[in-house]
């Protein structure tokens, strides 16, 4: 049993789209579809050996679709695990007399035991890169310094800080975990580095507390706690001590932190700390699905501030957002602004213009790859240029422009095609045979597709003129690629009743007389029907529900 939870793969038959029936579907709905489908597949019907033999093998399939789905049991099952569920042997959790809801319940326990297996093998690293680049000589530039100095016209760019850090844990048990971390930093040729290990316990599901241990070559010996604990359904709070050795004494600090939910989408957060900075700071950030918005404000010595920023998230693939923000305090104020974008399936890029007083303009690039973070901080001048601020402003977005367009576009295409080859490899074999089930399906609905079409001419219904399934090139600039289709017309012709054809929420592939012609790729389902004489058609995306006829898909004969 547990070797079978550890599989991810999911087997391919789908029996609701098999019966052509809604994954809600009642047992009336499912008897009517079973009875259509053996009276098309039964295999007395037909008398040669060959065709005797494919359609013994559909009836079976359906026969197994629908055994499946009108026991409640066997349903839940295949609901949760699919096909694979079923096929196991001596599976303690299913007992026959259990419930759907049961057996969901089970499901989730044994989901989260296999959860805290794999977090017993997982070390979660996280990491962090930073490099400062002093880059003023670009725009403060004192020509009268460079007289007399040869190549002294070129401007002078160099790396002035640089700080890594990193991070792993080690779970000792399924409520103890292990961090270890450390950090080298360097800043004008001067340097240092620490290292932490911290030890921390849930305690119960409402908190946890922490264990730190640190050393450094700059601030000496470190011993700190924290603790965690939600207070209510909606509040929770942090409490962190610690004592920092040094030649100087011993600095110690206190933090503490308060925080509400005040609504669905809104925290408050009330934050005190004594120590070498102490200061109160309160604030409230309100996160939606198209927004980010926060208002800080920090009384404390030596910062004292009020901040502002808000955020816009995209609803787009690439997850784009935009942001600003004002912090005004008594070191001065400063505007940011910039954008982040998601540039593969693991990377997301950001660039963020800073103009303050008196920090001048800085431009600052972040690159977030999985659990590591890439940031370069640029100084591009002490002084507040508008050529600084316009050049830090359309720069980075004419490079990413271009990198998208040369590089990065056509490396996730290849990526992309990589693992579409691999996908077509794998299931080649699965491919093939149902190709082969769906080319026998179609044969044995002949004779059924005849009368259907005769019945349904005589009273000039819905007759099938032409369908096709699968990749369509539609758009000018993909005309290089080929277009993947099967012809579907006898399949649906054969599911006409009434004068009306009905697909569920599912994708076709699973249809009686299909299969999938192009794995891993967008595919659509075509249709050219005649009813009451007039043509009509329409174009419906692969899992998109289908009622035919309609007024819509008419064809205008004027056109």
Not at 14 to 32: F, G, I, P, W
Not at 507 to 534: H, M, N, W
Request: charged share 25%; hydrophobic share 35%.
């Amino acid at each position: 049993m547990a070797a079978a939870l550890e599989e991810d793969e999911i087997d391919n038959d789908d029996y609701y789209s098999l019966l052509n029936v809604r994954r809600e579907a009642t047992q009336e709905e499912l008897k009517a579809s079973y009875r259509r489908l053996c009276m098309l597949y039964h295999p007395d019907k037909h008398r040669d050996p060959e065709l005797k033999r494919q359609a013994e093998q559909l009836f079976n399939l359906v026969h197994q679709a629908y055994e499946v789905l009108s026991d409640p049991q066997s349903r839940a099952i295949y609901d949760i695990y699919g096909k694979r569920g079923l096929e196991v042997e001596g599976w303690e959790v299913v007992e026959r007399k259990r419930t759907p809801a049961e057996i969901r319940e089970e499901f989730e326990r044994l989901q989260r035991e296999r959860e805290e297996r794999r977090l017993q093998q997982r070390t979660n690293p996280k990491g962090t890169i930073s490099v400062g680049v002093d880059a003023t000589d670009l725009f403060d530039h004192y020509e009268e310094d460079y007289d007399d100095m040869s190549g002294g016209g070129l401007p002078h760019v160099e790396i002035n800080k640089m700080h890594i850090s990193q991070s792993i844990e080690a779970p000792l048990t399924t409520s103890d975990t292990a961090i270890l971390s450390g950090s080298l930093s360097t800043h004008n040729g001067n340097g240092g580095g620490n290292i932490n290990l911290a030890l921390r316990r849930v305690t119960s599901a409402k908190g946890w507390g922490e264990v730190e241990f640190g050393a450094g070559d700059t601030h000496g010996p470190l011993f700190g706690m924290k603790i965690f604990r939600n207070l209510t359904t909606r509040c929770f709070m942090t409490a962190q001590c610690g004592m920092q050795f040094s030649s100087r004494g011993v600095r110690p600090g206190v933090t503490t932190m308060l925080a509400r939910h005040l609504d669905k989408n809104t925290m408050g957060y009330l934050q005190w700390r004594w120590g070498s900075q102490s200061s109160m700071n309160t604030s409230i950030v309100r996160d939606t699905k198209s927004s980010h918005f926060t208002f800080a404000v920090q009384l404390g010595i030596p910062h004292t501030f009020i901040m502002m920023s808000y955020q816009y998230k995209f609803q787009d693939d690439d997850q784009t957002k935009i942001k600003g923000s004002v912090k005004s305090g008594f070191f001065g104020t400063v505007v940011e602004y910039g954008a982040e974008t998601k540039i593969s399936r693991h990377s997301v890029l950001g660039a963020t213009v800073s103009v303050g007083v008196p920090q001048g303009v800085s431009l600052k690039i972040k690159l977030n790859r999985a659990s590591q973070t890439y940031f370069f901080p640029i100084h591009l001048t002490d002084q507040l240029l508008p050529s600084a601020v316009f050049y830090a402003t359309v720069g980075p977005l004419v490079f990413y422009l271009a990198i998208q367009r040369l590089v990065i576009r056509p490396y996730v295409r290849a990526q992309k095609e990589q693992e579409l080859e691999k996908q077509r490899e794998s299931s080649a074999s699965d491919i093939a045979k149902k190709k082969q089930e769906a080319e026998s399906a179609v044969l044995l609905m002949q004779e059924s597709v005849r009368r259907i079409i005769e019945a349904e001419e005589s009273r000039m219904g819905l007759i099938i003129l032409n369908a096709w399934y699968g990749k369509f090139v539609t758009d000018n600039s993909r005309k290089h690629e080929r277009a993947k289709v099967i012809d579907v017309t006898v399949p649906l012709q054969c599911l006409v009743k009434d004068s009306k054809l009905i697909l569920t929420e599912a994708t076709k592939a699973g249809l009686p007389g299909f299969y999938d012609p192009c794995v891993g790729e967008e595919k659509s389902l075509k249709i050219l029907y005649q009813f009451r004489g007039v043509m009509h058609q329409v174009l419906s995306g692969d899992t998109e529900a289908l009622r035919i006829p309609k007024q819509s898909h008419r064809i205008d004969s004027d056109t």
